[in-house]
Structure formats: structure tokens, C-alpha cells
């Protein structure tokens, strides 16, 4: 067969899917395989297992991240494929494992057809990319890429009080390969889209041109408590009204500069009593744009409104920085390599930007980097409900494969 | 001396309510004396000897009320002054003691220059009018006017578990004096007016016309959650936006009804995580005007605006009744009586909606009732930065002599 005929196996995949979804199921139909969790260990030894069974060697580095190369035939740095095994608590059984699993769905379908790659080919599974049992999201990939130390890394302790060390140990995923030993020639990723966009369109292919990076500001509005009753309208300093004034203008914000989102997802009032006009409120803006220059100027007419509406309500405002991580733009070759595949493969796409983060995005500073989404049914993400179709992942994977392929070339048998 | 040059002694009321201010003092300067309340019971202790001094026989009815009745020359329906001695947790000096204190220093005088009415002059000060301790408020006037039985009132139950007809007891205020036996010929009661109107204006007597309404409304909004980054914005059902515009449009409903207030006073939205889009939040609204048909307005008004911005914001609402209270006009001839006094007596006066709740409401379901308001500095109350002049108690206390002697009448010696 002509290599541009090349398939992966929907049914495979989907069983391959199905399986890692026992190991943590929930009995709402979701996912809790939290980080180094017991539930994470069997989802980690199910996959090891599938890789040694394709005759890889499985290497677990410092942090836990699990990886396998598959050899080329030049001794040159590897494409990577990558995503994470890890969930949410209330997780589903796409967010990461369809990256995974779709990268060792590549792997098997080239060990069945023994095509071999000039480069190596590369699978890895990130520890703790969701952030949710220890806080520090895309922990392994940072470690893997060096911008957190292994020492680091090991003393991140978790919401349930448990050191990172100490139960990669238990779990018997403290390894000896080391961290940043390997520098990818290109990294690519599959992952759900955890969004509405390609849903909607009917489109099976998104190409993730930039990741999108975010500013979380906290606003703490300060007025003086008074009696709703007895305080004339005009003589208020309402600290409530003045924060509902900023978030009610965040869409009005947002519509302004191309691509910005803007979300208050905390609000509290103080003293909280039906009868007393607050003197405080607290809330937070959460700020993203795939441009930077975007991004800082939404910062930057956020930060004037809030002046402008908190001396017009008569009221102190001040704004602390929660969180910044900057846009992260993809590789453009890379990008357009993945596009001329999903022409090729007769799929329809769509570049589009991520609006959350993922791994790619700190492999995006080390090495060429770009993604491939796909569809989300109505958007949902870090649920029981997040679901996307066979189809769907058949079209990813089958992009995957020969973008994988068109990276690191291949060898004529 | 003529009658019409009797005068309050401004310093032997002043010095009186120092020495009340003492009774639950706190180190802020501020007054503790929560209904029922060791300090309560040494309030209400120094009250009664003042009374016992004055000749008068003390009755304390089934809730604790305190009464005194000065004879009068005819034996026919009290003129009636009252006002309350309990404060909220972090009360002030002059909220409701100023009332009782003005009442005893008409008494005070009447007794020094041997005046005598012709119907009898009663002083009356309530248990509990702030609800602050038993959260059922003017709870004393309540029984007193029988629209809350004896039994009812011993069966509440305090926020720290007691109950009143125990602390009644325990503080030897569980009088026999009948609830309801008095049944006066009309009701007059000063205080401090809680609002900044006066003192703004310069003017030292407000007439009270009518005690606001209020309608207390919570409104829970329902949409759903969503990831902040990857949901676009006009593919998003966010509850706390809803909520907000909600907020935000308050005052220009309070603008368009005259002398309409509209406050949120408690907020909060769920999930309450920064990167996720609320799917709920929960607010209340007190709305109050001192008309009823203005007040149902308002609410009408309220629930559209509620209905429209849902719908626009693509959330659902829904609203809940958390308590009503009609607005109460006071009786016109009374206002009349203090409004000519106080030109009378040269105290420039403005007529006025009392925006708080006051005992005069409830006795005005059953009697002629008015209130006379004195300045509150910066309209602060329910603090230790509570204060009235000198000069503002003795205004009032001059103004509610001659009322409460107009509307009594005087005997001539």
C-alpha cells in the first residue's frame, strides 16, 4: 500500500479508549484519575503495558512522565507526540487520553504496517497536566522542559497534604530517566477541543495556531457599609454596585478587541445582610487572548474601567494580579504542515486559537509545536458528559499519523 | 411661667443618657446592650429607679415591656411615649435610648414645674426592637399591640439558643402587667433619624409622615458552567453576568419612582472558581418606599427588569419572597400638632419618610402615631460612631413636650 493510504483503526482506538475509562470510572459514566492517584497508577501500568507490548522501552523520568521512542533510522531528535493520562475529579474520558491514546493508535499502526520513520517517533504521557490534586498545572512537561527542577517538582504539595515525591514512590512511577534528556525535533499534540467552535461548525479538524494565555486579576471594591433603608441613593458608597457596574461592562470589554474572552467566575459581598449596603465586594476577572499585544490591551481597559466606574460610584477599587501566563503561539510550519495533511485526507479545518492551556504550550518554547483538535460535543469539558465521537477521533489520529509522518519523514521499505 | 415657655434641661438629659451609655459599654465607645442581656437588665434597672424616682409606679408587662403611667386629671386614654433601650451588638448611644431618655425628661419636667395633663402621660420603652439577639424585631411593640401573643413570644428562640420567656425570667422581666391593657389615645416617639437628610440640610426636627415598606426579594439565577477560556462569548449562559446587569440597573429603577431605595445587599456565585463561567448566583434586593403603591411598583418593576435581562442573558430566574412590610403613614393631625410646635418653638422642620423600621409603625395599627427625627451625624447609626448634638436632643425633647402636651392637654394650676 502507498503510504498515503495509511489508516489508523477507529475500533482499536475506541477499545484502547474504553479500557484506560475503567481504570478510575466514576458511576456517573466520568473519570477521577487524579494525579499519582491509585486510580492514575492502573491508567499508567495499563499503558506501559500497551507500549512494551509493541516492543518499546518504557522510560519513566524524574516527575513520572511516561515516554517511548520508537526508533528511526537516523539517530536524530524525535518527533513527540504527547498529552496526559491524568483528570479532573469530575473528569471525562477524552481530556488527555484521546491525545494519548491516539499517539499510541500512530504507534501500532505503523508497527502493523512496518513503515519506518527516518526519526525516531516519540510518545509521551505528562504527569499532572489538569492541576487538580497538586495545584501546579502542566507540571510534568514544565519539568520535562526544564522550567521547574525535578527537586522542585518532588516538594509540590498537594491539596490532600501528599508530596509529589513521595507518591510517585508510592506508585511506583519515581523514575530514573532524566528530565530534559530528550529535545524534540517537533512536538505535536491531539486533544478535544473542550469548546463549542468546531461543534457548532461541523468541522472535524481544528488547528491550533496559539494557545491562549490569560491574566486573572482580583478586584477588591471598597465603599461603607450603610442602611438600605435610611441611606439616600445618592449618598451611597456601594461597593456591590460598583462591582456589578464592572461586571455587567466585561461583554462590552470583550467585544471590543478580536478574540478576547473576559469572565468573573468569583463574586462575594461584605457584610452579606439583606438590609445593609456592602462596603465591600471581591471578585475576579479572568482575561484571554492568543495575542499578546490583545491580551494586554483588554489588562489595560479593564484596569482604566474599573477607575472609571469606581470614582463614578464613589467607591476605592484596587487590582491584584492572581495569574499571568502569556499567549503562546504555535509553530507555523508545523501548523501548516498539519493543514496541506487534513486537505490531503479530504478533512475539512479550521486554525482557531485554544482557550485553555495544555502541555503543547510549554513545549512550545523548547521545540516546534502545534496542535490538532477535535470537536467537543456542545463544548463540554471536565465532565461526565464530555464526549466526542468515533468519527471525530478517527479523523484526529488519521491527521496525526501523517503529520507525524510528513515531520519525520519516512523510510522507504 | 407660661406653659408655652417650658423647656426641656438639655444637661440633665444628656448627663442621663451618658450614665444609660454606661450599661453595656464597650471600649470603642460604643454600646452593647442586646434585648435580654445582662447589660439589657442593668439598663432597664437604672431606667425604673428613675421612674421610682419620679413617684411613678413601674409595670412590667408579660414580654418585658417597661411602663409608667403619670396620671392626668381625667381619667381617659394615655398620650403615650415610648422608644426602645436594646441596641444591636455593635450599637451607638443614642438608638433608641435618646427616645426613652426624652420621654423621661418631658416627664422630669412636668413633675418640677407641677404641671398637670389632663389625660394621663404613660412612657413606655420595648423589648426588643432590634431583633439583633431574637431576630423577630420590634417584638415588644408587637405583643404589646397583640399582633404577636404572649405565648408566641416566649417560644422565640434567640441566635445563641435561648429562649425569651427564659431570659424574661432569668433577668427578672417577666412581668404580669397584661399585654394590650393600655390602649392609648396616641403614640409619639423620637429618635435619631439613621439617615444623613437632616444633617446634611441643617435642619433639627424631621416630622415623620409615614415609616417606609420594604419587600425583600432573593433572586436566583440559573445558567451554566463553563470553561472560561474555550466558551465563547455569545455562546455562554453565565449567571453571575445576568446577575450583574441585574445589579447594575438598580439605581435607575430606584430613579424612576420617587423616593424608591434599592439595595443588594448579599451576592454570590457558583461554582466560584476563577476559570469557570458561574452557572449560579444568588442575590437579594430591599426595595422600600414609604408608599404602597409606589412599593408594589417598584416590585413590579423589579420582576420585568428581572424577566427581561434573564431572558436577554440566556439564564433562568427565579424569585423568591423573603419578607414584606406595608409602608405605614402616620396620622396627620399628630404630624400636624408636631409640625406647629416646631415653628412654635423657632426649630426650622421638614416633613419626611422614615426609611428604617420603628415601634411607631407597629403602634400606628392601633393608635394616632407620629415620630419626631433629630440629626444623625453623617447619617451613621448601628455604630459606635453614633451621634446626635446637644442641641438635636434638645430640639426633639422640647418638640415632643409640647406635642405630647398639646395632644394630652394641660390643666391649669
Not at 507500549?51 to 516527575?63: A, E, F, P, S
Not at 499517539?103 to 502493523?112: D, I, N, Q, S, Y
Not at 460610584?313 to 501566563?325: D, M, Y
Amino acid at each position: 500500500m502507498k503510504v498515503s493510504e495509511l489508516r489508523i483503526q477507529t475500533a482499536r482506538l475506541w477499545q484502547s479508549l474504553e479500557e484506560m475509562a475503567q481504570r478510575g470510572a466514576t458511576p456517573d459514566g466520568g473519570v477521577c484519575r487524579l494525579a499519582l492517584s491509585d486510580a492514575d497508577k492502573e491508567g499508567r501500568d495499563l499503558f506501559c503495558d500497551w507500549l512494551r507490548n509493541l516492543g518499546l522501552t518504557v522510560q519513566i523520568d524524574q516527575v513520572g512522565n511516561i515516554l517511548a521512542i520508537r526508533p528511526g533510522s537516523q539517530d536524530e531528535a524525535p518527533v513527540l507526540i504527547g498529552s496526559h493520562l491524568d483528570t479532573v475529579s469530575t473528569g471525562g474520558r477524552f481530556d488527555g487520553a484521546a491525545g494519548v491514546l491516539a499517539g499510541l493508535e500512530v504507534l501500532r499502526t505503523l508497527e502493523e504496517k512496518g513503515i519506518r520513520t527516518r526519526r525516531p517517533l516519540g510518545l509521551v504521557s505528562f504527569t499532572n497536566e489538569e492541576g487538580a490534586r497538586y495545584t501546579t498545572d502542566m507540571m510534568g512537561s514544565q519539568a520535562f522542559c526544564g522550567e521547574l527542577s525535578v527537586e522542585q517538582v518532588w516538594a509540590i504539595r498537594g491539596l490532600d497534604g501528599t508530596l509529589v515525591g513521595e507518591e510517585l514512590r508510592r506508585i511506583g512511577y519515581a523514575g530514573d530517566f532524566p528530565c530534559g534528556a530528550i529535545r524534540p525535533y517537533a512536538y505535536l499534540e491531539l486533544h478535544i477541543e473542550q469548546g463549542p467552535q468546531l461543534d457548532r461548525a461541523g468541522i472535524p479538524i481544528g488547528i491550533v495556531e496559539a494557545i491562549t494565555g490569560l491574566t486573572w486579576l482580583e478586584v477588591i471594591v471598597r465603599g461603607a457599609a450603610n442602611h438600605a433603608g435610611t441611606t439616600p441613593m445618592d449618598n451611597r458608597r456601594d461597593a456591590a454596585l460598583a462591582a456589578a457596574r464592572i461586571v455587567a461592562s466585561l461583554p462590552d470589554l470583550a467585544s471590543s478587541i478580536p478574540d478576547q474572552r473576559a469572565t468573573c467566575g468569583r463574586f462575594s459581598v461584605a457584610p452579606g445582610i439583606v438590609n445593609v449596603i456592602p462596603h465591600e465586594a471581591i471578585f475576579t476577572v479572568d482575561l484571554r487572548n492568543g495575542d499578546p499585544a490583545r491580551l494586554l490591551e483588554a489588562e489595560t481597559q479593564f484596569r482604566a474601567r474599573v477607575q472609571e466606574i469606581s470614582s463614578r460610584s464613589n467607591v476605592l477599587a484596587e487590582i491584584r494580579l492572581l495569574g499571568h501566563v502569556p499567549p503562546q503561539r504555535c509553530d507555523p510550519q508545523v501548523v501548516s504542515v498539519i493543514e496541506s495533511v487534513a486537505t490531503d485526507l479530504a478533512y475539512p479545518s479550521r486554525r482557531m486559537v485554544s482557550g485553555a492551556g495544555h502541555d503543547a504550550q510549554i513545549l512550545a518554547r523548547i521545540c516546534p509545536t502545534a496542535m490538532i483538535f477535535i470537536p467537543s460535543r456542545d463544548g463540554v469539558s471536565h465532565s461526565p458528559a464530555e464526549y466526542s465521537t468515533p468519527e471525530a477521533l478517527e479523523a484526529g489520529a488519521n491527521v496525526l499519523l501523517h503529520t507525524a509522518l510528513r515531520l519525520a519523514g519516512v523510510e522507504r521499505a
